[in-house]
């Protein structure tokens, strides 16, 4: 199974930039459909960012132009950059893995994300 440790979280104005980072370590990280969630206080879970089984991304319709989903299978990493946040984008962020055409899933522990001025 995949451990997954992200960071890069923190607090900025808004408008402004952050780049969020989430490092695998375990088996294949190919083998994995990666994504991003967020969770703010009071809130469900939602989907931020995700690659599908198929390599395609797809994002939550509030940060579409806004955020992007990157990865690098060489260094066993995916990315969140994230331009022009908003209050509203402040929650926790968690990275998910979960094996391709499977239902196994791995979390991350989160990092916090706060936007304000």
């Known amino acids: 199974q995949v451990q997954l440790v992200e960071s890069g979280g923190g607090l900025v104005q808004p408008g402004g930039s952050l780049r969020l980072s989430c490092a695998a370590s375990?088996?294949?990280?190919?083998?994995?459909?990666m994504g991003w969630y967020r969770q703010a206080p009071g809130k469900q879970r939602e989907l931020v960012a995700a690659?599908?089984?198929?390599?395609?991304?797809v994002y939550v319709d509030s940060v579409k132009g806004r955020f992007t989903v990157s990865r690098d299978n060489a260094k066993r990493t995916v990315y969140l950059q994230m331009n022009s946040l908003k209050p509203e984008d402040t929650a926790v962020y968690y990275c998910?893995?979960?094996?391709?055409?499977?239902?196994?899933?791995?979390w991350g522990q989160g990092t916090q994300v706060t936007v304000s001025s």
């Open positions: 375990g088996s294949s990280f190919s083998s994995y459909a």
């Open positions: 690659f599908t089984d198929g390599g395609s991304t």
């Open positions: 998910r893995a979960r094996v391709i055409g499977l239902q196994i899933i791995s």
